[in-house]
């Protein structure tokens, strides 16, 4: 068993190690250029997948938050209405013995179980990476995987991750952390 301390971001198992979240390894491995991020643009995320996962699960509804989200909260609204989207699973906590995260959403969506994540922000080469370490925590199985891109107008882009390189990507990455550790 894994808990996550929201006001830390940390992950901890039973036996109290911390393990290193999905985007955390990234961030180490030098994928994920943090230069241009500023902090209002992750609590921005933070509070739009917030927001989203209580509309998913009937709590609130979109007026209910600030006037600013409203254009995201839209966007994720019209995600779901064009392709069905179905969420099965909302903002759920996986984990290995190596890493963990959390996964935005699992669901059905034209006949396929899907794994997304939602992001407020413009696609990026390292969000398979993300999804491909999701999925594999999650057990990999037939999960279809993608990004979901809201934005402030109101409008979504869906990016499919269709590569099983990432998978390989991935665990390539686990496995370079592991030897870098034995071998220094």
């Given at each position: 068993m894994v808990t996550f301390d929201s006001d830390t971001h940390t992950y901890t198992d039973e036996a109290g190690n911390v393990l290193p979240s999905v985007t955390t390894i990234l961030q180490e491995e030098g994928l994920i250029d943090t230069t241009w991020m500023k902090p209002e643009h992750a609590q921005r995320g933070t509070d739009v997948h917030e927001a989203t996962a209580l509309i998913d699960r009937g709590e609130m509804v979109a007026t209910d938050f600030p006037e600013w989200m409203h254009g995201?909260?839209?966007?994720?609204?019209?995600?779901?209405?064009?392709?069905?989207?179905?969420?099965?699973?909302?903002?759920?906590?996986?984990?290995?013995?190596?890493?963990?995260?959390?996964?935005?959403?699992?669901?059905w969506m034209a006949g396929d179980n899907w794994l997304l994540d939602i992001k407020t922000g413009r696609p990026s080469k390292w969000h398979p990476l993300q999804t491909a370490a999701y999925a594999t925590a999650l057990g990999g199985g037939h999960l279809k995987r993608a990004t979901v891109h809201v934005a402030k107008t109101g409008k979504y882009r869906l990016k499919e991750h269709l590569s099983d390189e990432d998978y390989i990507a991935w665990s390539t990455i686990l496995m370079w952390r592991e030897l870098r550790e034995k071998y220094r």
């Open positions: 995201y909260l839209d966007a994720w609204q019209l995600f779901r209405v064009d392709y069905g989207f179905q969420p099965n699973a909302i903002e759920q906590l996986v984990y290995t013995t190596v890493y963990a995260g959390t996964v935005d959403r699992v669901g």
